[in-house]
């Protein structure tokens, strides 16, 4: 089956750069979230999509803005990159409009590394 | 979201059962508990979930207790595979637009022995 695609899967930055990465979920999913796992950290959610609006903010800096497309892909723009931006970017998605049971599951991609120099 | 408390480590032997405890005493009537895991250098990954009654599935069981406040994962026979940390999360199951992102606490870091 189809999981979800996240790239670039690494990506090494200057500071006061910036990056973008992309999502792409699991066809037919209507739904993206973003988290942000840290060194030694646990996820923490950053910002979600439902049906290309805005669905939930999280911890984002606000140097960060995403947006999701009318093909239900995801970028995550990351500006004026900082050495604490260094971590492990996850997307998720999920179906919310399959019903209760879909939308109780979220679906992990492998994870964009991004190391900030 | 309300809050869970799962012990920082634990360890097994391989082929052996396993339970991670998870107490959630301020759980709310319309919180589902869910359980996921991430092996290490991968993304978290669903396990399972359940509202009141226990639930099985392939990978696992959940045990609810009967006032909801604690709940226990049990992997029937763990593996070297399910060295992962594992995660106690608590959902509201209100229907809403879009849905509701996951709060992952501190988790549970599970050691498999050979």
């Known amino acids: 089956a189809a999981g979800v695609i996240q790239s670039p899967r690494h990506l090494i930055k200057e500071k006061r750069e910036t990056a973008t990465l992309k999502c792409y979920p699991i066809p037919r999913h209507d739904t993206v979230y973003w988290y942000q796992q840290g060194p030694g950290q646990d996820p923490q959610f950053l910002i979600s999509f439902y049906e290309k609006m805005q669905s939930d903010k999280g911890s984002i800096p606000d140097r960060f803005s995403a947006q999701q497309f009318s093909d239900y892909h995801s970028e995550l723009n990351m500006s004026s990159l900082e050495l604490g931006d260094s971590a492990l970017y996850f997307c998720?998605?999920?179906?919310?409009?399959?019903?209760?049971?879909?939308?109780?599951?979220?679906?992990f991609g492998p994870g964009t590394r991004l190391l900030v120099l | 979201d309300a809050k869970t408390t799962q012990p920082n480590s634990m360890e097994s032997n391989e082929e052996e059962p396993v339970h991670l405890p998870c107490n959630h005493s301020t759980i709310s009537g319309t919180d589902y508990i869910h359980w996921y895991r991430q092996l290490p250098s991968q993304g978290p990954e669903y396990v399972i979930h359940?509202?009141?009654s226990n639930v099985n599935n392939r990978m696992a069981s959940l045990a609810i207790a009967e006032d909801r406040k604690s709940s226990t994962l049990i992997l029937h026979r763990a593996t070297l595979r399910d060295a992962a940390v594992y995660y106690c999360i608590l959902r509201d199951v209100l229907p809403r637009s879009g849905n509701t992102p996951l709060v992952f606490g501190k988790g549970t870091r599970l050691s498999v022995i050979a």
């Open positions: 359940g509202l009141t």
């Open positions: 998720a998605s999920s179906l919310i409009k399959g019903g209760r049971e879909s939308r109780e599951t979220q679906y």
